[in-house]
């Protein structure tokens, strides 16, 4: 019998060479197609029409304009923060709600963007909830970027909107991550049975404030979507802390909508795929 050759440990190291060279390539050209399909400055428009149980009938057809995660700089430059400012106008919404992370490294940033956000228009107003970035550079200076520029800020505090002898009751908590969210004083003066519309950055803490059978609609931000998706793959390859079970889109948790905004702007890596920046209409309807 004739005696096969044997593997070297040359060969065998050649193998995994190749190898390495193989999956780097495939990673170059993965990377490639990326960038050059990047939609980070794609804007894009969903609409969802939402069945709110308790919603007065002066309510019905009432539109909430969402956005959030602007990251001003170095990444998300100011001209895409005006096109998201018009194309909302454009929708002419009845109420504008900001989900937090305004900045991203440079929190003098705030001073450039709050007045591009003071563009929007609402019937009912624009109002503003913090995130974690917002947290982590100085939430003082964010919140008085946004004052300066006339937008309220809603921290552990809410306030009804009326319409006709209907009443809806907007809440922001604190950042879930890093701050300290108290859902009591923000629902202390809701209005018994009014619908309440909660504004948190983090979209996984739906699991602990659906519990409240007040909270009707809970709208967040934070995850960006992940910013590339692989559909194939399971969806985005990294998403944030409190930001994995529900990373974009719209959810119902217990009775509870929850609607999570990919948003405006990105970090980290200034590329999205499969995960174009997001303005969201919703629409509440009675149910």
Known sequence: MTEQPRETPMSRRRFLAAGTLALGGAVAAAAY????????????????TLPIKGLAAAFDG??????GDF??????QPPLVRQAVELTNALQPD???????????????????????AGLNAKHGVFAAMGNHD???????????????????????????TQGSGTLYLAG?????????????????????????????????????ARDPRIALQVSGHTHGGQVRFPR???????????????????KVRDM???????????????????????????LVGE
């Open 33 to 48: 197609h990326i960038n050059t399909h990047n939609e980070s400055e794609q804007l894009v428009i969903e609409k969802v």
């Open 62 to 67: 009432f539109r909430i304009a969402l956005l």
């Open 71 to 76: 990251h001003l700089r170095p990444y998300t």
């Open 95 to 117: 109420l504008v709600v900001l989900v937090g992370d305004y900045v991203w490294r440079d929190v003098d940033a705030i001073f450039e963007l709050a007045p591009i956000l």
């Open 135 to 161: 947290l982590w550079t100085n939430v003082a200076v964010v919140t008085q970027g946004l004052h300066e520029a006339g937008l309220p800020t809603l921290i552990n505090q809410g306030l009804p909107i």
């Open 173 to 209: 908590l604190d950042d879930g991550w890093s701050g300290k969210p108290d859902l009591e004083a923000a629902l202390d003066q809701s209005p018994r049975g009014a619908p309440v519309v909660l504004l948190l950055h983090e979209p996984d803490l739906a699991d602990t404030y």
């Open 233 to 251: 793959l399971g969806g985005a390859l990294v998403l944030p802390y409190l930001g994995r079970k529900y990373d974009m889109g719209l959810y």
């Open 257 to 283: 909508w929850l609607y999570t905004n990919r948003g405006i702007g990105v970090t980290n890596e200034p590329v999205r795929y499969n995960c174009p920046p997001e303005i969201t209409e919703i629409t």
